[in-house]
């Protein structure tokens, strides 16, 4: 059909987070899995993502791909969801902003400090982000406050902001401010968001050992 999703992803990749955008959607979505190596790095899937990765979308004959740019398509593609505030609303421009916070300074800052680097005093023009401890205080100012990021409304940025501090607190990439767990809390608990991590569970592939 015109309007079908396919959802191209890995259990074990950032689509978990596109997972739980379209759990929040609610519409039908079909998932194609690519594992990694060379399914992922070959001429087929590179017709899709010529970068070779995870994730990837197909709303009819559109591919998106980059995740922020996924959870923003879908937000716009089905406004019904109520996860984007809509054109002209005043909550418009902080959506953006905090969408586009997390797909830069925060994905750039954690990346960084998880291969170990530290921006040079003095060179932290040279950054979009400043330094870590810039990135880590704006967010607590965003976060120190119940509710979303938006205030009441829940919204695609919260989904991908949101999982971006799940992640990076699980595994020491982020500082656990008593701000963002209680962020993180009130995001996991969604009905969506454990939906979502379920189905990605069923499909990891079980560890190996010995």
């Not at 406050?145 to 009441?152: I, R, S, T, V, W």
Request: charge should be neutral; aromatic fraction near 12%.
């Amino acid at each position: 059909m015109a309007d079908d999703l396919v959802f191209y992803t890995h259990p074990q990749s950032r689509g978990r987070i596109v997972r739980w955008m379209l759990e929040e959607v609610g519409k039908p979505y079909r998932t194609e899995i690519i594992d990694f190596g060379p399914a992922m790095k070959g001429a087929a899937y590179r017709a899709i993502n010529p970068m070779g990765k995870v994730p990837a979308l197909r709303h009819g004959e559109t591919v998106i791909t980059e995740t922020a740019a996924i959870c923003a398509y879908l937000a716009d593609a089905f406004p019904e969801s109520a996860l984007a505030p809509p054109p002209g609303d005043r909550l418009r421009g902080p959506y953006y902003r905090w969408l586009f916070f997390a797909a830069g300074p925060i994905e750039a800052a954690m990346s960084n400090k998880a291969l170990g680097f530290v921006v040079p005093d003095g060179r932290e023009r040279m950054m979009g982000y400043g330094t870590y401890a810039d990135v880590m205080n704006a967010l607590e100012r965003a976060l120190d406050q119940p509710g979303y990021l938006l205030g009441e409304q829940f919204s695609a940025a919260d989904v991908y902001l949101g999982s971006q501090v799940g992640f990076s607190m699980q595994f020491g990439m982020m500082e656990k401010r008593p701000a963002f767990e209680a962020y993180w809390a009130r995001l996991s608990a969604r009905p969506a968001a454990i939906r979502a991590r379920e189905i990605d569970d069923a499909l990891t592939p079980p560890s190996k050992s010995g």
